[in-house]
């Protein structure tokens, strides 16, 4: 044998500079969860060690995860039922406290990246991303309300947009309307290739966001479809978009890779809370081992070609890549 792969595999330190791949915590994005109020820390059951938080309680929060090196967080409301309505009107409205909490934690931490998201389900009395009329997503007329809940995002000082609606032609509507305001500085980070996926159930828990009828295949995409993917990675990035997501990433590393190889602009992958979720329920039964299981798990997503990883796994992974 004069070829024995196992010799560049011989000591940590040979293994180490032959590495190939590498994760830390400046390629993560944190996920969190806001509540109006004060002095809340609701655990989400089904997505453990993650919780509602106040804007109280979240400053001081975030500010543990700067001390451990986590820079970029995006936010999601969890808006009470009697403030939905058909059009989303409090995703835009003065009083909203996801808003004001932006602001507050701009102000507060000016240096830390703030992502937001952009789609209506978290405001809807439908359940759903887009406008609701006789039991269909209507598409153009989301895109008016989209760009009112990205200006109001923009103006409390979101440094990246995330919709994550899936309508079509809502990134070049979003920009133009952002430019015409005068926040041409703002990022879109689009959620370009989201599936219908059965993994986002914890979320939906944690916002009590599901869909009243119906579920989102006439706008998510259809798992079975990759080619599909370059079709909406081509039209974001032909419509302003600064970075493309892939979501979620663990049944989806294939588009992961082809979006990488095909794009010009960085890819993120959305980790979402039905795979968080697994790791945690395995791991609670002593199936398998947090931590490496972990590690291997965002390492898979960076090695498939993400740039970026959103994870609910953030504060856990930089806590025990620093010890
Ligand atoms: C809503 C939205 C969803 C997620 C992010 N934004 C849920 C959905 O589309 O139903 C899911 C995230 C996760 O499961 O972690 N537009």
Request: glycine content about 6%; some cysteine; proline content about 5%.
């Amino acid at each position: 044998m004069n070829i024995r792969p196992r010799r560049n595999r011989k000591s940590a330190a040979v293994r180490n500079l032959v590495e190939e791949t590498n994760l830390g915590v400046q390629h993560l994005i944190y996920p969190m969860f806001l509540k109006d109020g004060s002095n809340i820390k609701e655990e989400i059951s089904s997505l453990p060690g993650n919780y509602r938080w106040s804007i109280d309680l979240l400053l001081k929060e975030i500010e543990a995860c700067i001390n451990l090196g986590i820079h970029t967080y995006d936010l999601f409301p969890a808006v009470d039922d009697s403030l939905k309505d058909t059009v989303a009107s409090y995703s835009y409205s003065e009083d909203n406290f996801y808003l004001k909490a932006i602001q507050k934690i701009k102000e507060t931490f000016p240096d830390i990246t703030i992502m937001s998201d952009v789609a209506m389900d978290p405001y809807s009395s439908d359940g759903h991303d887009g406008l609701v009329e006789d039991g269909k997503i209507v598409n153009d007329k989301t895109l008016p309300i989209l760009l009112k809940m990205s200006i109001a995002q923009a103006q409390a000082g979101v440094d990246i947009i995330g919709p994550s609606d899936m309508m079509d032609g809502r990134i070049g509507y979003i920009r133009e309307g952002l430019d015409q305001k005068g926040y041409s500085n703002t990022s879109i980070m689009s959620y370009t290739a989201k599936y219908a996926s059965a993994f986002y159930g914890p979320f939906r828990d944690a916002l009590s966001s599901a869909p009243k009828h119906g579920d989102k295949k006439t706008y998510q995409m259809n798992p079975a479809n990759k080619r599909e993917a370059l079709l909406e990675a081509q039209l974001d990035f032909e419509e302003g978009a600064d970075m493309i997501m892939v979501k979620p990433a663990l049944c989806y590393l294939d588009v992961i890779q082809t979006l990488r190889e095909s794009m010009p602009i960085p890819i993120t992958a959305y980790n979402v809370s039905g795979e968080c979720a697994m790791i945690h329920a395995a791991s609670q039964k002593g199936w398998i081992d947090y931590e490496p299981a972990v590690a291997e798990l965002l390492l898979s997503i960076r090695r498939a070609g993400a740039d970026g990883i959103l994870t609910y796994f953030a504060k856990d992974f930089a806590k025990f890549s620093k010890d």
